[in-house]
């Protein structure tokens, strides 16, 4: 029997290997195996088996059975079957982006004893005699152990010249990095069950009582049990205050039995269901529209503007899922946006909900994995990578602000996007989808509008708030002496002001994190720009460095002018740390925080800011759009978008629709319980038709003249686009790479085809990069035949001496 094995590298097909008799018993699509690689070992996930030998090579045989049962179900193979296929990568890099670290076995080094050697060590020198002495005596070593032998000395010198001697041979050997969580449980001795044993220890045990310490633990131990069912070693010593070592005399007397048991590291909560509250007749109408059309259409689209109440609608629809006995999977696009559903679907659903996101660790993230394959949770929130958890049961998947370019993977391959794979993953299970936004991406609502999907629409806010009145500040009118941008214009600080006073909260958005975005020569001009990529350096006060915002390298900052030698600088725009200086010299009473990724590092560091303004511990909240994604404050009645200018003016068909999303979200913030909130927009082009849209909260005549431009200049909807990027640390090669590149599709796709050209930033990380783009008809067969000539010619070109270090990177769907 054959097997064809997916391993977690980018191959350019999956290979074959042998099945020995003694390991098939058990084996299934989905189990992982040990297989050998040139001298390397993996974990590989079988994909299928075959009665068929390969002609062209005789394959080896796998190691051994890693797992009884299938790590992975048949959907979740398909999915990365499509995946690979649909977005031009290999099934390898799907696995390596799905499974968690710890499924993933790390191969690590053993050396073992060369026996034929002997035990004559008289030749070696100090460092080698000592580790070949250990090896005699364990006759295997792993690499960590050798480093504490030598003290972390020189470790490869040491092995290399151990192997040539032939005093030892390297083996690889698979390890497991999982390491379930235990704690120790504390148990009453059965002798003192009854209520006579136990008070006969208490009132006349002599030695109990000459140890008053321990027997103050043995009460607070009884105590403790009459309020917890069982009591474990780490609570029973919070609450007592007492000592291990007090601990340990109870348990040398035989009073206490210590039990170790493994427990999960995600803590329980009862299962129940309990939703409190009712919808609004608006609410029930959308929900029963979608409920029809899911009887006719696997995809529905929510439109529901800011603040309608989408999340208590999605809370109705999970409660019918859930009581169908089906799974359900809610995806956001970012971390920051889970703190405030988690609350809330802990407090309707409970312990059936489960969380999945990078800032768990691998521990957290490998229980979680195993909870979801075996049915125990029922809901699961998280982002992207969620959708590649191993559902057994999928009834539903919610993909909540469904137009937010999170959901599309940029680098490392697979360059997915979660909201079309999660369509795809449905189909498997024959589940139904939900896509819900205030501001739906154009390509969505254009399936909406032409009945490839259902529409619901939820036209007003819950509680019937008005939406807020949105006011434009012309900037010209506000520069300051030397023509820069002003940050806080004097109408946006009385607003501000006036909102303090009554005791409510504000938000500025700034979609541009840092203090200074860049710093300028007052005499000639000169800009610090990153040695690794052609962009210059933004300004961050905080840790007082430099930094490229690119490929994260720091510099100190800069005092004299490489080109002039001049001392004179002159920051340049302003980030969201220099507002936030601004305000506090501004507003020094005010509470001011400042939400972006330089300061919501951490685990938890999201929910804690999240949780600080919700209690109004902050008046005023200043972030990059962060802020703008489905964040609900009742006390927010002021939102100031800084510089619409800069979400404006970009050289990408969609700016539009970015800027039009970015705004109206940010607006949605503003009074969204009591009255009406008020928006102000900075911005120096007031007459830009986006604006309009904004102002009026109209998001159909915005899609009426975006879809109108669309199919004038033959963009998607209407074609589909495929990009090829193409990187290479010299220059003129990866010109001339990508022109050869653009010559052989030319010949197929003669007028779909645009560049190659330089992208605004041509290096990043010491690679020069160009770009080609192919606009295609939206034609099944031609897109596939694209997919396939871009593969073929990929490959022609990297079997040149000349091209074959060029990175080619085909990005189907870019956002």
Known sequence: MYAEIIIPLALPRNYTWFIPEDLLSGLQPGCRVEVTLRNKKYAG??????????????????????????????????????????????????????????????????????????????????EEYLVAEALLIKKELKLS?????????????????????????????????YKPKKETYLLLHSDYASGGKLETLLNEDKKLQRAEKQMELLLSYLHLHKTEPEVTRQALLKKSGASDAQLKGLIAKNILIPEERVVGRLPPLPKNIQIDFNLSPEQERVMSATIGHFETKMVSLLHGITSSGKTQVYIRLIEKFLLEGKQVLYLVPEIALTSQIVRKLQQHFGGYLGIYHSRFNHNERFETWNKVRSGEIRILLGARSSLFLPFINLGFIIVDEEHDASYKQQDPAPRYHARDAAIYYASLFNAKVLLGSATPAVESYFNAVTGKYGLATLAERYGQVDLPVISLIDTKNYLQKDGSKIIITAALKEAIQHSLDHGNQIILFRNRRGYSPYQICKVCGWIPQCKNCDVSLTYHKLTNKLQCHYCGTSYPPVNTCAACGSQQFIQRNFGTEKIEEELETIFPDARVARMDIDSVRGKSAHDQLIKSFEQQKVDIL????????????????????????SLLNFSEFRVNERAFQLMEQVSGRAGRKDGRGKVLIQVANTKHPVLQYVIAHDYKLFYGHEIMARENFFYPPFSRIIQIIFRHKIK??????????????????????????????????????????????????????????????RAILQNDRKFRSVTIIPDIDPV
């Open 732 to 793: 003129e090669i990866v010109h001339d790479a990508s022109a050869l590149f653009a010559l052989y599709l030319k010949k197929e796709f003669e007028g779909f085809i645009t560049g190659p050209a330089e992208p605004v930033v041509n290096r990043i990380r010491n690679q020069y990069i160009m770009e080609l783009m192919l606009k295609l008809p939206k034609n099944g067969s031609t897109i596939a035949f694209a997919k396939q000539v871009i593969q073929q010619q």
């Open 45 to 126: 996930i079988i994909k299928r088996f075959s009665d068929q030998k390969p002609e062209a090579f005789d394959p080896k045989p796998i190691g051994a059975a890693l797992d009884s049962e299938p790590l992975l179900h048949a959907q979740q193979l398909a999915l990365w079957e499509w995946i690979a296929s649909y977005y031009l990568c290999s099934e390898g890099e799907v696995m390596a982006a799905s499974l968690p670290a710890h499924f993933k076995l790390s191969s690590e080094s053993v050396l073992v004893f060369q026996e034929s050697y002997g035990d004559d060590f008289t030749s070696l020198d100090n």
């Open 622 to 645: 200043v972030g990059t759009q962060m802020v703008v994604k489905g964040l609900d404050f009742d006390r927010v009645d002021l939102v100031g978008i800084l510089d619409a200018d």
């Open 145 to 177: 152990a050798v480093q504490e032998i030598l003290h972390g000395h020189s470790v490869y010198p040491v092995v290399k010249r151990l192997i040539d001697k032939s005093v030892c041979f390297v083996w690889e050997a698979l390890k497991e990095s």
